[in-house]
């Protein structure tokens, strides 16, 4: 998979994140400034593009994390794919913005059983567990969203083991540690944590060898709920 060419675009959450797969090269830009992703999402593209020194043409597929998150920034970033793919006649590579989180968390810190949690507004959690197999995230049971302290563990897998992701245990932490085990009262969190674009390549790439990819009209956000929170 090394001659694949991948861009990834990531705007479920306060940060608007883009990466770029080269080859064995890669790239990566993050900008933190909610509600002006539709501002900077094209700019961080082009600069990408041309920091990589290739152009739309030379890719073999666009990465875009399609849900759970932000309703605007969802639509923007399945708009931005659709656009740049249709223009360019190449396959799109929608990733749960949940296992791109549970990948920053094996990346950085090599958790390898990992409840990622999104906030969600309206005093509930995107969330979803994820255990690694083979170096890439994959999910244990289905993606959610509800209460913090309704978060239900998959059976059959080691609990000592888990660790926690993202703004769903910042803000709710207490409540989510509440809803488990006792054991794991002292699981490791990791709140600062976003998924970020660059977490998306490995996984893109095992997806684009598996040819589990679909053509740009296809690019639609995943939202779980139906309840508009900007």
């Given amino acids: 998979m090394s001659n694949i060419n991948i861009l990834a675009l990531e705007t479920a959450t306060a940060l608007c994140s883009v990466a770029l797969r080269v080859g064995a090269h890669t790239y990566a830009l993050d900008e933190g400034q909610p509600f002006k992703h539709g501002e900077t999402i094209l700019t961080q593209v082009n600069n990408i593009l041309e920091t990589g020194g290739i152009g739309l043409s030379d890719l073999n597929a666009i990465a875009f994390g399609r849900g759970p998150g932000s309703f605007t920034g969802l639509r923007i970033a399945a708009a931005v794919t659709q656009g740049l793919a249709l223009g360019a006649n190449i396959p799109v590579i929608p990733i749960s913005s949940l296992q791109i989180l549970a990948q920053e968390a094996y990346q950085t810190?090599?958790?390898?059983?990992?409840?990622?949690?999104?906030?969600?507004?309206m005093g509930e959690i995107y969330?979803?567990?994820?255990?690694?197999?083979?170096?890439?995230?994959?999910?244990?049971?289905?993606?959610?969203?509800?209460?913090?302290?309704?978060?239900?563990?998959?059976?059959?897998?080691?609990l000592q083991a888990w660790r926690g992701a993202g703004s769903g245990w910042r803000e709710y932490g207490d409540k989510i540690i509440a809803s488990l085990p006792a054991v794991m009262a002292d699981l490791p969190v990791y709140p600062e944590l976003w998924p970020r674009a660059v977490a998306m390549l490995d996984i893109a790439e095992l997806r684009y060898a598996q040819q589990q990819f679909v053509t740009a009209e296809h690019a639609i956000p995943v939202y779980l709920r139906d309840d508009v929170v900007r």
């Fill in 127 to 158: 969330w979803g567990c994820y255990a690694c197999i083979d170096g890439v995230m994959q999910l244990c049971g289905q993606e959610q969203v509800g209460m913090p302290d309704e978060l239900v563990l998959p059976d059959n897998i080691a």
């Fill in 109 to 121: 810190h090599r958790a390898t059983q990992v409840i990622a949690a999104i906030d969600a507004r």
